[in-house]
């Protein structure tokens, strides 16, 4: 029983294909020769086909430029590359993290313990500027002692105690340099005061009277 | 014309050296690199200029994907073909775009028409080259075919890949690739049907189509 165009259209696609079986085309192409309403639309297909398999859209094929390789080249990495320098940006991520939360650490604990920096579990007296005493002479000193503290509490924690200690001493000093504690210096001496009230101050007339020769 | 699909050995050589290429570029082997860029560049831009339709735009996406695959070269198996990988990569970076830009076709095309009009011995126009005006129609109409559907008569016809190898481009099922093709050939044939159906003897003379 030869073949009808329906069920020739629903073979279309797998003849054009060539996916049919050799009796399933020979059949397809019959009714193709028969009817010129399927043979058209068979043309048509294979003209189509035909067309884009050339893919001349101009006389001037659309092209890459020139020198595609040689620029795609140098922004290829070698292979590896990437994944390496993600795991990289990570450890220097996570290292940076680490170093700054570090540092805020070390300097929140100064900044907030202010009363009394421990060492080793021993409270230690924080060493105060001296106060001004005014000559730049001893203000300049007692900066200089301020630093020197600094410095030595930094570099020598586990002796933090004594060198706490030596610059109290040294502060003493200093101050005993100056004097008296409670005497400004380049200030008069005041004299002492008289109590007396002024009517026992008032001179007395007897006193002034002419004596009998 | 009945199109065949059967494997060759020139293919099983091809797949060799592309094999070599591929090991090589991952040895960091520049000239290798070159080779294999050299072998699938104007065929991955050929395919990519008929999706995307816009000669800047293609040759972005054809760097790129080429950029992503060499930055993948370590975790590529040999057991796939590198240029069905570098068009499955290139045909998602189409879609993404096609996404992106969302207009209709011919807003994002180089209009074909136009620059033909303007090349003086090229244009097309009526009473013109009968055979350049019906590749016009043809890639014009294909042009209006949806994404996957143009991707499949392309690979199809074009690069004359199978429907297994379309299949991978894709990532589809080879049943879903062949209900592409059917309907891309019908759609092409109600669009096409008003310029070729008059004289189909001709256009097979044209194209020197037998059968």
Redesign the interface.
Known sequence: MAMNCEQARNL??A????ELSPPL?MEV?AHRLACASC???L?????????????????EP????PD??D???T??????T??ARRRSRWLRAGGGVLAIAASMAFAMSLFFNSSAPRVAGVKATRVAPPPAVGTAEVTDAADSLVRQVESNWSRHADGAQTVIQMGEMTLQNVLDRLGSKDQPIGADPVEPRDSRSFDELRPDPADDAIEDL | ?????APSCNDGDARLVEQRLVAA??R?D?QA??QL??LH??RL??FV?RMIRN?HDA?EV??DA??KA??S??SFSPEYRFSTWLFTIAYRLCLNLLRKKRGPLSAEMDF?AE??AS?GP?AVAAGADDS?R??HA??Q??DRLSAPQRAA??LF??H?QS?QEIAQVLELPVATV?SH??RA?AH??EF??PV??QE?AK??IL?G?T?
């Open positions: 279309f696609d003849y054009v294909d060539g085309e192409s043979r058209q639309e043309a048509l297909l294979e003209v189509v086909g035909h067309v884009m398999s050339l893919d001349h859209e101009d006389a659309d092209l890459l430029r595609f390789t620029r795609l080249l922004c290829i990495e070698p292979p590896g990437a994944a | 014309m009945v199109t065949q699909r570029a991952c960091h520049t690199a070159r860029i050299d560049k104007q831009f050929t200029r000669h040759e054809v760097q080429f950029l060499f930055a070269l370590e074909v620059r033909d090349a090229l350049r019906l590749q043809v890639w109409a294909v008569v392309v016809y074009r004359e429907c062949k093709l059917h050939r092409l044939r096409l049907e070729v159906a189909p256009l097979r194209f189509l059968g």
